[in-house]
């Protein structure tokens, strides 16, 4: 870079704004803007950019997508990271970006590896997770809610057999485990189902979080394969000695 780039570095870091810190560089005000839409797409001065502690800035799509600027990130990857968010699927994601299907895995690939583009996924996965509280103690909080389900705590008996309690009766944990209700008419009647959760998976995902499940280490056979504390080949093989002298 020389040395008007790295004051435009500089500016951009203290004011956020590539035009004014094109000004701030020197740069004319008739092409301030065009220059920082250039520079912010140069992958020198995104580096120098995010050595500096820029965090990454992503364009918001609107009625016109061209006018708007989006620093670190060409306009194609963009549209990889915002298909990479929905899709979680690289070479899908490539493809819908405008990528060449034939080489959309090794795009994908090659994207994903690229630091700009990892560190938007990384971003906006964060703050989509703090949005919504997605968080460790979360998830182990809903694996709980659907191990320990009980059916019991959703229906109630009534005059015509069992019935769904109203959802203002549920506690939040019983009818967060209900997957399905529906009602099935037929000769006997309307019949009501109530279908929760996997109840199995969601206490296979607590035993492996609390390494119950984990494999029990194998002991070598001379420790365990003994008869009266000797070695277990050596007792058979005195054993068949004796049968074929006919000792025993």
């Not at 699927?89 to 819908?96: H, I, N, T, V």
């Not at 949005?131 to 809610?145: H, P």
């Not at 194998?218 to 000797?230: F, K, L, M, V």
Request: with cysteine; hydrophobic share 40%; proline share 6%.
């Amino acid at each position: 870079m020389n040395p008007r780039q790295r004051r435009f570095v500089e500016e951009y870091a203290r004011l956020k704004n590539g035009k004014q810190a094109a000004l701030a560089a020197g740069y004319p005000a008739t092409c301030a803007a065009p220059m920082a839409s250039k520079f912010l797409r140069k992958p020198e001065i995104q580096e120098a950019l995010i050595a500096a502690g820029v965090a990454l800035a992503f364009a918001q799509y609107g009625p016109k997508p061209a006018s708007r600027v989006a620093p670190f990130l060409t306009p194609r990857q963009e549209r990889f990271v915002e298909h990479y968010l929905v899709l979680a699927k690289g070479a899908e994601a490539a493809r819908r970006a405008g990528y060449s299907a034939r080489s959309a895995h090794s795009i994908a690939d090659r994207l994903l590896n690229t630091p700009r583009v990892a560190a938007a996924i990384s971003s906006a996965q964060a703050e989509r997770a703090a949005r919504l509280r997605v968080d460790a103690s979360r998830v182990l909080e809903e694996c709980a809610r659907l191990s320990y389900a009980d059916a019991r705590n959703v229906l109630v008996s009534g005059p015509q057999g069992l019935a769904l309690k109203p959802p203002e009766e549920m506690r939040p944990e019983d009818s967060a485990a209900i997957a399905e209700v529906s009602l099935r008419s037929g000769k006997r009647g309307t019949r009501l189902k109530v279908k929760l959760f996997d109840k199995l998976g969601a206490l296979t995902l607590l035993a492996k979080h609390l390494g119950l499940l984990a494999p029990k280490p194998q002991q070598d056979w001379r420790e365990s394969e003994t008869i009266a504390g000797r070695d277990a080949r050596e007792e058979l093989r005195e054993r068949l000695l004796k049968l074929a002298r006919g000792g025993e």
